[in-house]
Structure formats: structure tokens, C-alpha cells
């Protein structure tokens, strides 16, 4: 016993001696969230219970900074209590998982004087899992409400000249390394197990298969699959076969300005249905047959600019707009928008935000064959159009987009320990839609208010308690792709305990 604790001091002595000349770090996060459901992300059907769960993320992250070389490696567990029984044997899945392993190869720092003077003032690679957040993630960002959150195997450039950024970023996917795998086909991730079919009877994914988003019921006259259920926007269900972008940033004083061109190909799909017979039911699971020879190539370019009013930073302007252009995932040609705008304004414990986002959707009564429903790409739509996550996240997005006006207001203690925010959305199609029948529907989709507060117990452990509520319009139900009546008032409420021990820190 004395031995182990010998070694054991020795080994903590030896990271604290390196800490100082190699600047290590370890920090920890357990977040473990509840949440009462009900209508959270869709409409309830008449006669749905609400629903209860408990999920959790434990994270621990490795980091290591030197003048030549950044390293760092998170580690992340995600589970739902009780997924799992007391005792597992091999047969239940795992869910530990690497969110982040990344080396940054810094080439060039005009800080450090042991670098060749060079022209940039400094140029680096990063290469591996790693998170993009760029902006105020509407296109990039690291998706970290969502437990599992977002990363991607990439490599990227990264330039810094005056005022100047610049990051350049490369990605290729691949299922396997098999010797005997044909070709560069990319099956795309998160296709679920089970679907279910038009008659809503459950069935085996097949396979090989992409299925609609939601499949049940949601057949339009003449059998063809309704546009509300193409897999979901956001990455939510496939992920791209190679990705490129270029970003570029400069500030002007109280003034920055980016540009965002990316570019994302999808391995081709052909639109397709499988029969399931279910006891006396036939019927049919609508998706997509993939690993068709080719790519579909998408490219989203625009600009972001933010800029502060006034010498004292009480008045803040932030507006973008961004185009999407060439072949969506499923094959079709694209030409869809978005954009945004906000006026804030913060003085002492309070701020207030207004503003307006819109995107770009289908018109039900156009001829058109081209898609004009613009995708969000791999973002944070948590962040923008209502924490209840009816749009543009894990639910999906609506055919005729989005508009959306809000308003926040947000309360900060002088002490910083306590923040309650208080915001409400209007939530419209940007384009006209009708039902099944052909009938007009209204524009309005309903409106949503979120009151989220924050409460800091110590350095490290924060509680976040969240209030949300909806009340829709008949013609959410269209939206959100329900063939059947569905409870017009939904609620959400959650509480969520955040620790994150920084476990070097003096």
C-alpha cells in the first residue's frame, strides 16, 4: 500500500513538474440533463403521453501546448440512465466514443522568437477529430447542446496576417480500410435500425437503405413521398463523402467581416420504396437506395458582419446572408438563401436582442423543380429558432422554411453568478404550402417562449433550469409532416447539472 502511494505522488509530481515547461492541461465534464417531454421537437398526436428521460455526457480532456506543437484528445461517454442494464455482457452496444484527437503543427509565430521570421504572423495545420465553430455557428459550430455533439475528421490550415484570418479546411470519408472494399462509396452514418412503414407498421431498416425521415403515413396522393420527409438538414441523418471550405476574416475597427465557401459532395441516392408486410398490412418504407456511382456536389458561400454602434459597445449590429447553389444530397438542383439580422443592446445587469432570421423554403404552388429549402449545413440550430428544436435540428425542417422573427431579454447578477433569459419567436413558412388536399394553409406556424435560467455554485458546477413552451397553428402539423390530428400546445421543461473540474489548475 505504501508503494502505491509512492508511485502514485511520484506520477503527480512528474505531470506537475512538465505542466510548468510543456503547459499541460486535464479537465473533466459531467453534464447530466433532465427533461420532462412533451412535444419537445414535434407535435404530440392526440392521445401521446408526456415522457421523461435522463441522459448524461462525461468528457475528459487531455492538452498539451509547446512552441512547435498543440495536442489534445477528448474522451466522451454519452448515455440515456438506464439504457443499459445494472450488469451488460458483450452484447450490448458501447457507447465511449473519441469526440475530439487533434495535432496542431504550428509552422510559423511572430511571437516566438525561436521561429524563422516569416511573412505570416502565424501559420499552422491542424489534422484530426476536431470541432469547426466559426462565427456565430449557424453554419459551423460544435452542435454542444446535443450531448453527443458535433466534430469532424478534418484537416485544417490556419493563417493569421494583421487583421487577417484565414482558415482553410479539407475532409474525405470512407467506411473501411478492407482490402477488398470496391470502390469509393460512402454509406452514410445515423440511419436508424428501425422504421416505419406508410401503414405505420415498425420495420428492420433495409438495407442499403436510406428511409425517409418519420416514414409513417406521410404518402401524398399518388403514393410518392411527401418533400417534408427528405433526410433531415444539419447533417442529422448522412454525412457528406468529402468537404472543402475556405474562411476568411477581418476586423475594421468596431467592424468584422467573414466570408464562408464551402462545398460538400454526397454520394448519389435513387429515390425508391420497399415493400413490408406486417401481419395483414402491406405497406411501403419510402427512402433512398445509396452507393450509386458519383457524387452530388452543394456549395454554400456568404458573409457575416458584425459591428458594435457606438464607442461604448452598448449598441451591437449583427447580419449575414448566404447562398446555396448546385445539387442538394438527393440529386436535385439547388437554389436556396438565408439570412439574418439583429440590433442588441446591453447596458450594466440587462441586454436586448431583436431580430429576424429567414430561410429559405419550397412554394406548394410552384412548378419548379428545382429545391429552394436551404440546409443549415453543420451548425448550432439549438442557438437560433427556439430551444424546443422544432426546425433545422434532429426533428427535421419544413418545406416552404422559415421565417422568424424574435426578441431576448437577458438579466446578468453584477456577480456574474446568476443569468435568466427570457425569449419569444414567431415561427412562419417563407413560402406558401397547402395540404394534402390541396387546400391553402396559413403561413403562421405558431410561437414559442423559452425561459432559460443559469445558476453558478462554485468555479466549476453550474445548474441551468429551462421553461418552453409552444402553441401552434394547424398548419405545424403540415410542417412537421403529422398526417394525423396533433395537440396544437406543447412543453418542455429540463434541468441540467454542468461540472467541469479543470484537475492541473492551482
Not at 238 to 264: I, N, P, T
Not at 280 to 290: L, N, P, S
Not at 321 to 348: D, E, F, I, K, W
Not at 456 to 480: D, F
Request: charged fraction near 20%; aromatic fraction near 12%.
Amino acid at each position: 500500500m505504501k508503494s502505491k502511494i509512492i508511485v502514485v505522488g511520484l506520477v503527480f509530481l512528474t505531470a506537475t513538474e512538465v505542466r510548468c515547461s510543456a503547459q499541460l492541461s486535464l479537465r473533466g465534464q459531467l453534464r447530466v440533463r433532465s427533461e420532462f417531454r412533451d412535444g419537445y421537437g414535434t407535435l404530440e398526436t392526440a392521445g401521446s403521453q408526456p415522457s421523461m428521460v435522463i441522459s448524461q455526457r462525461a468528457r475528459l480532456t487531455f492538452g498539451y501546448r509547446s512552441s512547435r506543437v498543440v495536442f489534445q484528445a477528448t474522451v466522451q461517454d454519452v448515455r440515456d440512465w438506464g439504457a443499459d442494464a445494472s450488469t451488460i455482457d458483450n452484447a450490448d452496444g458501447a457507447r465511449l466514443g473519441v469526440h475530439e484527437a487533434w495535432a496542431e503543427l504550428i509552422l510559423a509565430n511572430s511571437a516566438d522568437s525561436s521561429f524563422t521570421p516569416s511573412a505570416m504572423q502565424y501559420l499552422s495545420c491542424r489534422i484530426g477529430r476536431q470541432e469547426l465553430v466559426y462565427d456565430d455557428q449557424r453554419l459551423l459550430g460544435n452542435l454542444d447542446w446535443l450531448q453527443q455533439a458535433r466534430r469532424h475528421d478534418a484537416v485544417v490550415w490556419k493563417a493569421v496576417l494583421h487583421d487577417w484570418r484565414a482558415d482553410l479546411g479539407l475532409a474525405f470519408n470512407q467506411n473501411t480500410d478492407a482490402v477488398n472494399y470496391n470502390g469509393t462509396y460512402y454509406t452514410p452514418d445515423n440511419v436508424p435500425a428501425f422504421v416505419k412503414d406508410n401503414k405505420g407498421d415498425l420495420a428492420p431498416a433495409p438495407a442499403g437503405f436510406v428511409p425517409l425521415v418519420n416514414g409513417a403515413g406521410f404518402s401524398a396522393p399518388g403514393g410518392k413521398p411527401l418533400l417534408a420527409t427528405v433526410p433531415g438538414t444539419n447533417g442529422a441523418s448522412q454525412d457528406y463523402k468529402s468537404m472543402q471550405f475556405l474562411y476568411v476574416a477581418k476586423q475594421f475597427h468596431r467592424v468584422r467581416l467573414s466570408g464562408l465557401l464551402l462545398a460538400d459532395e454526397f454520394g448519389r441516392y435513387g429515390l425508391d420504396s420497399v415493400r413490408n408486410i406486417a401481419g395483414k398490412d402491406t405497406g411501403y418504407i419510402y427512402g433512398w437506395h445509396f452507393n450509386r456511382a458519383g457524387v452530388n456536389a452543394r456549395i454554400t458561400g456568404g458573409l457575416y458582419l458584425t459591428a458594435d454602434l457606438d464607442r461604448a459597445q452598448h449598441w451591437r449590429l449583427a447580419t449575414g446572408a448566404y447562398y446555396q447553389a448546385g445539387r442538394n444530397p438527393a440529386g436535385s438542383r439547388l437554389g436556396a438563401y438565408t439570412s439574418t439580422v439583429s440590433l442588441s443592446y446591453s447596458r450594466g445587469i440587462f441586454s436586448y436582442t431583436a431580430g429576424w432570421d429567414y430561410v429559405s423554403g419550397n412554394n406548394a404552388y410552384s412548378a419548379s423543380t428545382s429545391d429552394h429549402r436551404f440546409d443549415p449545413l453543420y451548425g448550432t440550430p439549438h442557438k437560433f429558432w427556439g430551444y424546443m428544436d422544432y426546425f433545422y435540428a434532429g426533428s427535421g425542417s419544413a418545406p416552404g422554411g422559415l421565417s422568424n422573427p424574435f426578441l431576448k431579454g437577458k438579466y446578468n447578477s453584477s456577480g456574474g453568478r446568476f443569468a435568466v433569459e427570457l425569449s419569444y419567436h414567431y415561427f412562419a413558412s417563407a413560402a406558401e404550402q397547402k395540404d394534402q388536399k390541396g387546400s391553402a394553409l396559413s403561413k403562421y406556424l405558431g410561437s414559442e417562449a423559452d425561459l432559460i435560467a443559469n445558476y453558478n455554485l462554485n468555479g466549476c458546477t453550474t445548474v441551468e433550469l429551462g421553461l418552453c413552451g409552444l402553441a401552434a397553428t394547424p398548419a405545424m402539423e403540415y410542417a412537421k409532416g403529422i398526417s394525423g390530428p396533433a395537440r396544437l400546445r406543447s412543453g418542455w421543461v429540463y434541468l441540467q447539472l454542468n461540472i467541469q473540474p479543470d484537475f492541473l489548475k492551482r
